[in-house]
């Protein structure tokens, strides 16, 4: 969630999506009775070592990464939402298989991840990917677009959807006239040798299939050299936030177009993130981040001193005091015109809490195990929630096509 050094708000959503899902299903008596959902939060940083360092301090305390081992102090532990990237979401896959511990992805696209063989504990609130490379490539043919190029990130994802796309593009009588790799830590000069064949290239249409972390740059870049009157389309992973993208790579965006996920209401959230307070939320980080870039604050204490607030361009932060309240003019930096992701997040949730549900009102002698088993409450194993963690409310629909405006 954070980008350099900065909350990214559109991303914090999707974990207040989680947040508020858990809340709406404690406060329901009638929904998992006498249980009382809770979670801890790790920001992976968009960092593979941080993913795998996060998903063995839930399994085994944070005192205590060790593969398999389960601190009797722990607190129990249903399985594990995300992640966000398909790159960061395959090693905690493997981590979580063997030890049968479930993890539900409320994003991750690559379609190998259904693969029950290599990851036998994986599930998703989403679609693969193979959906939306065909789509990808129909979009062409629907437009006439028959001479394209393609940006594709850096790692398995971006790598065999390009093939994927390229492939149907070809065989439906188009031409890829490049394939260029794109990732978040790109040298300055790799980045300008990808700028140096867009600009090379006459090309109008650019297909883009990377998340938007690793294409900001590329962005910027391009507007810098003014290589501009391409028309983009994005993939799923592409999300469009004001939160991440500076007004330079809003000119270029202008006008693209991109697939989006299916979303749908959720009821409250927005009563919900009224009702934000840093005081309400002290062990939640992300709250006092999100409090100073909202407010344009800086919380007391910070490094340990009481020293003046930081000066900002031209004038002096005023320090933050816990009690501003958000309102629907504040409200506006969640973006909540498209919950995708955030949906998806609420939705994993869910799938938790009716895999435990089922497993509380199981009927000895029909249950989901052998010979009809069900399983003691108080002693549920990771591996049997699992089993029940498909839902048929769960269900994914297809991607819609969105056109972004600056």
Same mark, same amino acid.
């Given at each position: 969630?954070?980008?350099?050094?900065?909350?990214?708000?559109?991303?914090?959503?999707?974990?207040?999506?989680?947040?508020?899902?858990?809340?709406?299903?404690?406060?329901?008596?009638?929904?998992?009775?006498?249980?009382?959902?809770?979670?801890?939060?790790?920001?992976?940083?968009?960092?593979?070592?941080?993913?795998?360092?996060?998903?063995?301090?839930?399994?085994?305390?944070?005192?205590?990464?060790?593969?398999?081992?389960?601190?009797?102090?722990?607190?129990?532990?249903?399985?594990?939402?995300?992640?966000?990237?398909?790159?960061?979401?395959?090693?905690?896959?493997?981590?979580?298989?063997?030890?049968?511990?479930?993890?539900?992805?409320?994003?991750?696209?690559?379609?190998?991840?259904?693969?029950?063989?290599?990851?036998?504990?994986?599930?998703?609130?989403?679609?693969?990917?193979?959906?939306?490379?065909?789509?990808?490539?129909?979009?062409?043919?629907?437009?006439?677009?028959?001479?394209?190029?393609?940006?594709?990130?850096?790692?398995?994802?971006?790598?065999?959807?390009?093939?994927?796309?390229?492939?149907?593009?070809?065989?439906?009588?188009?031409?890829?006239?490049?394939?260029?790799?794109?990732?978040?830590?790109?040298?300055?000069?790799?980045?300008?040798?990808?700028?140096?064949?867009?600009?090379?290239?006459?090309?109008?249409?650019?297909?883009?299939?990377?998340?938007?972390?690793?294409?900001?740059?590329?962005?910027?870049?391009?507007?810098?050299?003014?290589?501009?009157?391409?028309?983009?389309?994005?993939?799923?992973?592409?999300?469009?936030?004001?939160?991440?993208?500076?007004?330079?790579?809003?000119?270029?965006?202008? +006008?693209?177009?991109? #697939?989006?996920?299916? &979303?749908?209401?959720?009821?409250? /959230?927005? $009563?919900?993130? %009224?009702?934000? !307070?840093?005081?309400?939320?002290?062990?939640?980080?992300?709250?006092?981040?999100?409090?100073?870039?909202?407010?344009?604050?800086?919380?007391?204490?910070?490094?340990?001193?009481?020293?003046?607030?930081?000066?900002?361009?031209?004038?002096?932060?005023?320090?933050?005091? +816990?009690?501003?309240? #958000?309102?629907?003019? &504040?409200?506006?930096?969640?973006? /909540?015109? $498209?919950?995708? %992701?955030?949906? !998806?997040?609420?939705?994993?949730?869910?799938?938790?809490?009716?895999?435990?549900?089922?497993?509380?009102?199981?009927?000895?002698?029909?249950?989901?195990?052998?010979?009809?088993?069900?399983?003691?409450?108080?002693?549920?194993?990771?591996?049997?929630?699992?089993?029940?963690?498909?839902?048929?409310?769960?269900?994914?629909?297809?991607?819609?096509?969105?056109?972004?405006?600056?």
């Amino acid at each position: 969630m954070l980008l350099s050094f900065r909350l990214v708000i559109r991303y914090y959503r999707d974990v207040l999506g989680m947040v508020y899902a858990i809340e709406e299903i404690n406060q329901t008596p009638s929904f998992l009775p006498n249980i009382t959902l809770g979670f801890q939060i790790f920001d992976s940083c968009l960092s593979e070592v941080r993913a795998i360092r996060g998903t063995l301090e839930l399994l085994s305390g944070r005192n205590s990464l060790i593969p398999g081992y389960r601190s009797p102090h722990h607190p129990a532990l249903a399985g594990i939402i995300g992640e966000t990237m398909s790159s960061l979401t395959v090693p905690m896959a493997r981590i979580m298989g063997p030890l049968h511990y479930p993890q539900v992805s409320h994003s991750a696209l690559l379609s190998i991840l259904s693969d029950k063989h290599q990851f036998p504990s994986f599930l998703r609130t989403v679609p693969g990917s193979t959906i939306q490379n065909i789509a990808l490539a129909q979009l062409m043919g629907h437009f006439g677009w028959t001479w394209v190029g393609m940006i594709v990130s850096d790692d398995e994802l971006g790598l065999q959807g390009g093939q994927h796309v390229k492939k149907v593009i070809e065989e439906n009588g188009g031409c890829v006239a490049f394939m260029e790799k794109i990732h978040l830590r790109y040298s300055k000069e790799k980045v300008l040798q990808v700028v140096d064949v867009i600009q090379t290239h006459s090309v109008k249409v650019i297909i883009v299939q990377s998340a938007e972390a690793y294409v900001k740059v590329l962005l910027e870049t391009l507007y810098a050299y003014n290589v501009t009157g391409k028309i983009w389309v994005f993939s799923a992973y592409f999300v469009i936030s004001p939160g991440i993208f500076a007004d330079q790579a809003w000119k270029i965006l202008n +006008g693209s177009l991109g #697939l989006t996920l299916y &979303t749908d209401n959720m009821p409250g /959230l927005e $009563d919900f993130l %009224y009702a934000l !307070q840093p005081s309400v939320n002290s062990d939640d980080i992300f709250t006092k981040l999100l409090w100073e870039q909202i407010f344009k604050c800086q919380w007391p204490h910070t490094n340990g001193s009481d020293t003046t607030p930081t000066v900002g361009k031209g004038e002096q932060l005023a320090y933050c005091s +816990g009690i501003e309240s #958000l309102d629907k003019k &504040t409200l506006s930096v969640f973006e /909540l015109s $498209d919950l995708s %992701y955030t949906y !998806q997040s609420y939705l994993a949730v869910y799938a938790f809490a009716h895999a435990l549900n089922s497993l509380m009102s199981c009927t000895p002698g029909q249950g989901p195990f052998n010979n009809g088993f069900c399983v003691d409450i108080s002693g549920i194993q990771p591996w049997q929630v699992g089993k029940e963690s498909t839902h048929p409310t769960l269900v994914t629909r297809f991607m819609y096509l969105k056109q972004f405006r600056a």
